[in-house]
């Protein structure tokens, strides 16, 4: 089993993506190799930190203070845990690569952004079975669905219904006219390898689930936290709901005595001393929450919501309108809501009464049984070998 020698085609920065080639390079080695090269997945422990270097030897990424990969220039910055570190095995990265020489090839839709990518898809250079996953937030399948190479294509933004929240519904209507403006303004033509043609619904053919997740597998570290706070909600406002939910809390946490609380919305607006906040302090926060919230913000699956069982928090959300395969039950393994209402009923019952340890428990324990990015990586491979 899992005998297969996967291509996998990339961006050569970081992208949501990244967490399933670490899965896939954990399970294949190097029977799976990315094209282009990419310098987060070759790391290397230089003087105590992680460095990432271009095949040249130059530096392009190192790990910071707070623990995070970070570019040379400062362009961009990913969490370590997206990241691989250099096996010693080598591969001929000057060149293109021979496709015979593989089994299957993967394509990350972040690598449609690159036009050498797109020309070698539309000339049909990629000779071998594609999978694409598709990491980006809207749920819309782009044109490279209809590829003939296309045998799956992987999702994490599926909807179960069309009638889902009317401000998700404008916003994406918006941003996909945009898109398509812009495509005829700038490249004078409406269609290519990577549009965006149609939403994604759970029955479409060729279509498979594959959700986000976090790339640890051991929260040994957070379980003995002491749980010193009642509620905790950190999250960039990139969603109406993530402003609003924020001083719902504000507000409940005034009119309920006692309770301590970590609510921290990170724009500028909301948080005028602009104080980053690293990844491990963000973790510990979570870890000695009772209950930690997750929110839409520009698509609904967050790494939020994974990140809150697997720090050992008690997982409470909005209850989702997106397919997800082997998801959290509400009441047992976390706590959803459809209205404010509903949420300050329930977070009566589940905080005020001491009723959340059971949830909190069963949450991490479905998380480590469906959810880690070995899972995701098995799911891609199975999916692969049942279709080959």
Known sequence: MHSLKILFITSEEPNGDDIYFKGLKTILGDRIVEYPYKPIYHLRLEEGRLIGRDLDGNIVCEENAYGDLVSKGGMWRTMKYFCCMDDGRKYDYEKPPNF??????????????????????????????????????EPLIKAIYFNKKVKKYFKREILLTPFVDRYYFLERCREYYRYHLRKWFIDRKLFDIDTVLFPAFKNVPKLKHLGLTIGLLNNDAYLTREKKIDISFIAYPSSRLRIKLYFFLKNYVKKRSGLTSFILL?????????VAIPHSKYAEIIASSK??????????????????????STLVSQKPYIYIEDNFVDGESAIFFRSFKELERKLDYYLLKDKWEKICVNGREHF????????????????????L
């Open 291 to 312: 209950l930690s919230f997750a929110v839409q913000g520009a698509g609904f699956d967050t790494y939020r919501y994974w990140e809150i069982p697997f720090y050992g």
């Open 266 to 274: 990170t724009g500028k607006f909301y948080n005028k001393e602009k």
């Open 368 to 387: 480590l049984k469906y959810h880690t990015y070995l899972h995701r990586a098995r799911k891609i491979l199975k999916t692969i070998e049942e279709t």
């Open 100 to 137: 015979s020489d593989f089994d299957a090839i993967i394509v990350s839709s972040f690598s449609l952004g690159s036009n050498k990518i797109r020309r070698m898809l539309r000339e049909g250079k990629f000779n071998k079975p594609i999978f694409v996953i598709d990491g980006f937030d």
